[in-house]
């Protein structure tokens, strides 16, 4: 069984372009998380999907990033216009079920640089 | 708010040494909380999890950890490190209601191993 695969694995941009993550979570998987990483500190939550539903977002920093999981399969979060301060590792993770003690299922990340 | 401190950013070990590397957590009540690893050029893998059945909770890979309500700490141990185990290590915790596993992570603790 796949696991859950990011694309891409980096992505350099300039400062001022626009670049889309995406995320293909287990299948089966309702629940769908994005975290970012910024270099060296702590891995923070972004939003968590349940299907196509966005069930928290409050993670999300600005208006710049949006994310969009149609159809309840695959996710992809967007930054438009992408900042200097946006570089980090997205993880995108996925689980089955709810509840807090459920195993997370992460995928290898994205390293965006913005330059 | 729930945080999780690591001690430690880097830790280095001998190999067959013991591996200690430390977490404490803040939560007002006992929250669940886990052990993550991050291979090279790999995703976050689930080392291990604590949900309140036993304080003592054994991981893959040889790894364990105490759950110490007492001192807020969830320490992860080896008793003999390998070169494998080379990695970078998160500490999370996810909240006890809510509903979901929306994970709060510590700022990780990258292992080296030594001949």
């Known amino acids: 069984e796949a696991g859950v695969t990011q694309f891409p694995s980096h992505s350099v941009i300039e400062k001022g372009q626009t670049v889309t993550l995406r995320c293909d979570p287990i299948?089966?998987?309702?629940?769908l998380y994005w975290y970012r990483r910024v270099m060296g500190k702590e891995i923070k939550f972004l939003l968590h999907f349940v299907k196509e539903s966005k069930q928290d977002e409050s993670g999300m920093p600005n208006n710049r990033f949006l994310a969009e999981r149609t159809g309840g399969t695959y996710s992809t979060l967007k930054v438009q216009p992408a900042e200097l301060e946006d570089s980090g590792v997205y993880f995108c993770a996925s689980s089955q079920e709810l509840g807090g003690n459920t195993e997370a299922f992460f995928g290898q990340g994205t390293r965006l640089t913005v330059v | 708010a729930q945080s999780v401190t690591q001690l430690g950013s880097h830790v280095s070990v001998s190999e067959g040494a013991l591996v200690l590397l430390r977490c404490n957590y803040s939560s007002s009540v006992p929250p669940y909380l886990f052990w993550y690893v991050q291979y090279p050029n790999q995703g976050l893998q689930l080392l291990l999890k604590y949900t309140s059945a036993a304080t003592l909770v054994k991981g893959i890979n040889g790894f364990e950890a105490e759950f110490k309500k007492s001192e807020t700490s969830f320490h992860l141990t080896k008793p003999s490190a390998h070169m494998s185990d080379a990695a970078e290590y998160f500490c999370?915790?996810?909240?006890?209601?809510?509903?979901?596993?929306?994970?709060?992570f510590g700022a990780g603790t990258r292992l080296a191993v030594h001949p």
């Open positions: 299948s089966g998987h309702d629940n």
């Open positions: 999370a915790v996810s909240p006890l209601s809510g509903g979901y596993n929306k994970l709060i």
